[in-house]
Structure formats: structure tokens, C-alpha cells
């Protein structure tokens, strides 16, 4: 399976304080994605990182990807409320369509 | 708004009734899927059409019949369903369907489907 692992599972923090939360995956990838899933909504991309590149930047959001350990993490800065979402990191390795994990379930605490 | 939209946002219907899920994109892409959203469970890929073409069949049961009459619609025809099949159904398009590359997908807001 290609499927990624989000970790930790949850993740509860006070709003202004940094988030941090991890990814791995099993195979060879050409690109990982992040993606956050607000309740019961549709996911929206957040950032791409290739796998020649090991780190990449987008606003508070700083990805960092480490091929030789097969895992990414996602660094969101200065947390808000509306950060609190769910956060995905789908991969591609061939052809095949995204695979899914459950995701890091993300709350901001006012 | 990601250029993607989905109808109709929410669905009841009954195990014996006959529904379709609606799903257009105005992004211009050529590739565009259906996913299933479980509650407590992982994202599922269901179809993959590129250029209008079906590319990827993940095991679905026969009452779900994806169709994409043109590059900018795609349809999930519903029958027969269980309760086991509620869920959000997510649908996205993206550029291409080629390995590597860019293949950011943008995904409409879903339909909450509810089978009683």
C-alpha cells in the first residue's frame, strides 16, 4: 500500500502555538501532497513537495521531506482557529491515484 | 471555491431507489475521480477517469456506475444501495493523470449520502 500515515492521530493546542505533525509512507514517491479537510467538507490542497526537494514553504506552512526515511512533517506557525481541520498527506508513486490515511485530527484551543 | 462543485449537497434514499451524484469542474482538467468518505475510516478512491476514459477501478460494488460524458462532468448512478454505503462522497478533478508531475487534485464539497 502507498498509503500514507498521519501522526499523531489528534492533536490539541493553544491557538498562537506551533502545530507539527508527521507523515510515512511505505514506497518510492515522486511528490507528497498536503491536503486539510475541514468537518464534513472537501479537502483543500495545501502544498507539494517533489522529491528532489526537502523543504518547501507557503505562508505559515513549512513542509519538510526526508526520502531516505520515507516521512514529511507539516509545521503550521502562529496556530488560528481556523486552522483546526484535518490534515491528510496522500502520495503518488506510478500511476495510481491518491491513497488516503486518516489523517491528523487538529484542534485549536481559543 | 475550488471550481468544483458536487449536487446535490445532501441525499436520503431508501435501499431500493435509483439517485445519481453530480460532479462538474470548470478548471479546464482532464482527469477527474470519485471518493468515499466513511465515517472513522480513510478516504477511498473509487473511479479515476482520464480524458473521459476509466483508468482505475478500485474493486467497487456494481451499484455504483461512475460516468463521464465529457471532460467536465462526472456522474456516480446510485442503486440498490446499503446503509454500510453512507458517507460523504468526495469528487475531484486535477490536470492530468500521469505519473509524476504536478497532480494536485481539487475536490468539490461532497454529498452527504444517507441510505435507509
Known amino acids: 500500500s502507498q498509503q500514507g500515515e498521519e501522526d499523531p492521530q489528534a492533536l490539541s493546542i493553544q491557538e498562537g502555538e506551533n502545530a507539527t505533525m508527521n507523515c510515512s509512507y511505505k514506497?518510492?514517491?515522486?511528490?507528497l501532497q498536503w491536503y486539510r479537510q475541514n468537518s464534513g467538507r472537501g479537502l483543500v490542497h495545501l502544498i507539494l513537495?517533489?522529491?528532489?526537494?526537502r523543504e518547501k514553504h507557503s505562508g505559515r506552512l513549512r513542509v519538510t521531506l526526508d526520502t531516505s526515511k520515507k516521512s514529511s512533517s507539516l509545521l503550521i506557525t502562529a496556530s488560528r482557529a481556523a486552522d483546526t481541520a484535518s490534515y491528510f498527506c496522500?502520495?503518488?508513486?506510478?500511476?495510481?491515484?491518491?491513497?488516503f490515511g486518516k489523517g491528523t485530527h487538529l484542534i485549536i484551543q481559543p | 471555491e475550488t471550481g468544483v462543485t458536487q449536487t446535490p449537497r445532501h441525499l436520503v434514499m431508501g435501499m431500493t431507489n435509483k439517485k445519481s451524484l453530480k460532479c462538474e469542474q470548470h478548471?479546464?482538467?482532464?482527469?477527474m475521480y470519485w471518493y468515499k468518505q466513511s465515517a472513522k475510516k480513510p478516504l477511498e478512491l473509487m473511479f479515476v477517469?482520464?480524458?473521459?476514459?476509466?483508468?482505475e477501478n478500485n474493486s467497487v460494488p456494481s451499484r455504483f456506475s461512475p460516468e463521464c460524458p465529457n471532460s467536465s462532468h462526472l456522474f456516480l448512478h446510485l442503486h440498490t444501495l446499503q446503509p454500510e454505503d453512507s458517507a460523504l462522497y468526495l469528487c475531484?478533478?486535477?490536470?492530468?493523470?500521469?505519473?509524476?508531475?504536478?497532480?494536485?487534485?481539487?475536490f468539490g464539497p461532497g454529498t452527504r449520502l444517507t441510505v435507509l
Open positions: 475531484a478533478s486535477s490536470q492530468d493523470y500521469t505519473s509524476g508531475g504536478n497532480n494536485e487534485q481539487f
Open positions: 514506497t518510492s514517491i515522486n511528490n
Open positions: 513537495i517533489r522529491s528532489n526537494e
Open positions: 496522500p502520495h503518488r508513486g506510478g500511476a495510481d491515484g491518491l491513497t
Open positions: 478548471l479546464g482538467h482532464n482527469a
Open positions: 477517469y482520464s480524458l473521459e476514459e476509466r483508468v
